[in-house]
């Protein structure tokens, strides 16, 4: 069945460092893929998407390309702020499993000041 | 827009007794869904409705039951508590032109006793 794997936590960094945070994933068909980012005691937000290979998807200075020939969904920001401390998942859907979403384990990111 | 609304936000219940968490999006989005999240695991899928009248098993249905009320409305149910069940629980939907896309709510934080 289809499964997304993230890199391990927590991740932390200092203000204005660059982040990386590892997808991948394994699923039948062509699915979509998603980051969401949950801020403390709240729900997921939608961060960012991408509906076919080669796509890249951004908001609010994060980005992430899906490369189907290593099946990765790495998101990206090149300058994290205090306010970016939060929990990351990364999710696959469609496919096969049309509007079901497949989850990763979620990354915790703390930022420094 | 409200967007995606849970009741209650917090809960706590001695086991074998019984709760309904309540969901309601004003979206006008066709398919919702039910996920449990726990520590390290991301988010699996409890129960899922397509459209209203329709209701399917996800990943983890045992212990749960659910009803779509309207379109509007779905209902997931605790008939028995289990400390197992001790966990956060969120509510999604997605509308029809975009399927796999997910809008979660706030939540509801559940600990079985």
């Given at each position: 069945?289809?499964?997304?794997?993230?890199?391990?936590?927590?991740?932390?960094?200092?203000?204005?460092?660059?982040?990386?945070?590892?997808?991948?994933y394994t699923a039948t068909g062509y699915p979509s893929l998603f980051w969401y980012v949950?801020?403390?005691?709240?729900?997921?937000?939608?961060?960012?998407?991408?509906?076919?290979?080669?796509?890249?998807?951004?908001?609010?200075?994060?980005?992430?390309?899906?490369?189907?020939?290593?099946t990765s969904f790495h998101l990206e920001k090149g300058s994290v702020q205090v306010s970016?401390?939060?929990?990351?998942?990364?999710?696959?859907?469609?496919?096969?499993?049309?509007?079901?979403?497949?989850?990763?384990?979620?990354?915790?990111?703390?930022?420094?000041? | 827009?409200?967007?995606?609304?849970?009741?209650?936000?917090?809960?706590?219940?001695?086991?074998?007794?019984?709760?309904?968490?309540?969901?309601?999006?004003?979206?006008?989005?066709?398919?919702?869904?039910?996920?449990?999240?726990?520590?390290?695991?991301?988010?699996?899928?409890?129960?899922?409705?397509?459209?209203?009248?329709?209701?399917?098993?996800?990943?983890?249905?045992?212990?749960?039951?659910?009803?779509?009320?309207?379109?509007?409305?779905?209902?997931?149910?605790?008939?028995?508590?289990?400390?197992?069940?001790?966990?956060?629980?969120?509510?999604?939907?997605?509308?029809?032109?975009?399927?796999?896309?997910?809008?979660?709510?706030?939540?509801?934080?559940?600990?079985v006793l």
């Amino acid at each position: 069945g289809d499964s997304v794997t993230q890199m391990e936590g927590p991740v932390t960094l200092s203000e204005e460092a660059f982040l990386t945070i590892n997808c991948t994933y394994t699923a039948t068909g062509y699915p979509s893929l998603f980051w969401y980012v949950q801020y403390p005691g709240e729900g997921l937000q939608l961060l960012l998407k991408a509906t076919k290979a080669d796509d890249k998807g951004s908001n609010k200075g994060f980005e992430a390309t899906y490369r189907k020939e290593t099946t990765s969904f790495h998101l990206e920001k090149g300058s994290v702020q205090v306010s970016d401390s939060a929990v990351y998942f990364c999710a696959l859907g469609g496919g096969t499993s049309y509007g079901k979403l497949t989850f990763g384990q979620g990354t915790i990111l703390t930022v420094h000041p | 827009n409200a967007g995606v609304t849970q009741t209650p936000k917090f809960q706590v219940l001695k086991t074998g007794q019984s709760m309904t968490l309540q969901c309601a999006q004003d979206m006008n989005h066709n398919s919702m869904y039910w996920y449990r999240q726990d520590p390290g695991m991301g988010l699996r899928l409890i129960y899922y409705s397509a459209s209203e009248g329709t209701t399917d098993k996800g990943e983890v249905p045992n212990g749960y039951n659910v009803s779509r009320l309207n379109k509007r409305e779905f209902s997931l149910r605790l008939e028995s508590a289990a400390p197992s069940q001790t966990s956060v629980y969120f509510c999604a939907s997605s509308p029809p032109d975009d399927g796999p896309t997910q809008y979660f709510g706030p939540g509801t934080r559940l600990l079985v006793l």
